[in-house]
């Protein structure tokens, strides 16, 4: 069993659809969660860092965390055809440098 | 965001050459540098982890006389496929940080794209 399990889709919504993106985690030693978007052919871009279980909001984006499910998800309202991106989970534990990734998400907005 | 540069992005070489990839922190000095590995729809895979004038810590599996990584300056970190074969082929991608406490401020690179013919 893979520690981080991610659909990898591809995933296909029209434009202003509300997108549920997930991740489901073995480690419970996991603390920290991060969502990073990754354009074709470029690095991973932070979206969204959160500590421990509950949801963080910033703009259209909504991270949640349930610990208690080993279960993270990331909401985009108001999904734009710039949001067309693979999304990548990624968490580690407490101390540990070392992230772990999930296997990204494909996600197309269409116009 | 703070700006993490890598270069090449793209380069084509032939089997039993030496490829140089070299990653630079432009904005920031980073302590800490780490070379993944990515195929296509797949998940990033941490190759290794760098810090500045110490030798790199490679996870398991990675073979470490194949892929060599020099992290000489706060600013700069080398990965050197060599030897390389079609089965390297592959999309290389580091990252840095100047907070080893904290992955909130690590940074990527965009990547180099890698094929062995």
């Known amino acids: 069993q893979k520690e981080v399990e991610q659909d990898p889709g591809p995933l296909s919504v029209p434009e202003g659809a509300i997108v549920s993106l997930n991740c489901t985690y073995s480690?419970?030693?996991?603390?920290?969660f991060m969502w990073y978007r990754q354009y074709s052919r470029k690095g991973p871009e932070l979206l969204m860092y959160?500590?421990?279980?509950g949801n963080k909001e910033d703009g259209r984006f909504t991270a949640q965390v349930d610990k208690s499910s080993k279960y993270i998800s990331l909401f985009i309202r108001d999904s734009q055809p710039s949001d067309s991106a693979t999304y990548l989970c990624a968490m580690s534990a407490l101390g540990a440098q070392k992230l772990v990734f999930g296997q990204g998400t494909r996600l197309t907005i269409n116009p | 965001g703070a700006v993490v540069s890598q270069h090449p992005s793209r380069v084509i070489c032939k089997s039993g050459t030496s490829v140089k990839i070299e990653c630079r922190s432009l904005d920031f000095q980073a302590t800490t540098m780490f070379w993944y590995r990515q195929f296509p729809k797949k998940s990033l895979m941490l190759m290794a982890t760098s810090n500045e004038g110490s030798k790199a810590t490679y996870e398991q599996g990675v073979e470490k006389d194949k892929f060599l990584i020099n992290h000489a300056s706060l600013t700069l970190s080398t990965l050197t496929v060599t030897s390389a074969h079609p089965e390297d082929s592959s999309f290389y991608i580091c990252?840095?940080?100047?907070?080893?406490?904290?992955?909130?401020?690590?940074?990527f690179g965009s990547g180099t794209q890698l094929s062995v013919l």
């Open positions: 959160t500590y421990s279980s």
């Open positions: 990252s840095a940080t100047a907070d080893s406490a904290t992955n909130e401020k690590l940074f």
């Open positions: 480690n419970s030693a996991f603390q920290y």
